[in-house]
């Protein structure tokens, strides 16, 4: 059973830094798919990044690439997302998402793409 675990998640002030870390178990994810979305309060799921294990190619949602960076570590099975430069509109809760293959770069940003999705970690940017 593939189990996805966040973590990292907090309280910062805008301009901080945070790395929310996924953990996957369950699988070897070496030649899946797996994302990050959030989803802030009144608003609906938002993509943030995605990444192919197999050739780490990624895609970033809106305009997010340059503050935050999607990356994994085969070894650990767990994929990262280091976020800088926080601002408040960046409150939301993260949850990581798995898919049991090399998605396309298309479909890479599509939530129902994934079948697994981890409990969230939630992120507080305020001063």
């Known amino acids: 059973q593939v189990q996805l675990v966040e973590s990292g998640g907090g309280l910062v002030q805008p301009g901080a830094s945070l790395r929310l870390s996924c953990a996957a178990s369950?699988?070897?994810?070496?030649?899946?798919?797996t994302g990050w979305f959030r989803q802030a309060p009144g608003k609906e799921r938002e993509f943030v990044a995605a990444?192919?294990?197999?050739?780490?190619?990624?895609r970033y949602g809106g305009s997010l690439k340059g503050r935050f960076t999607i990356s994994r570590d085969s070894a650990k099975n767990t994929m990262y997302l280091q976020m800088n430069s926080l601002k408040p509109e960046d409150t939301a809760i993260y949850y990581c998402?798995?898919?049991?293959?090399?998605?396309?770069?298309?479909?890479?940003?599509?939530?129902?793409?994934?079948?697994?999705w981890g409990q969230g970690t939630p992120v507080t940017v305020s001063s």
């Open positions: 369950g699988r070897t994810f070496s030649r899946y798919s």
């Open positions: 990444i192919r294990w197999a050739d780490g190619n990624t």
């Open positions: 998402a798995g898919y049991p293959g090399g998605l396309i770069f298309g479909m890479l940003g599509v939530a129902e793409q994934y079948e697994w």
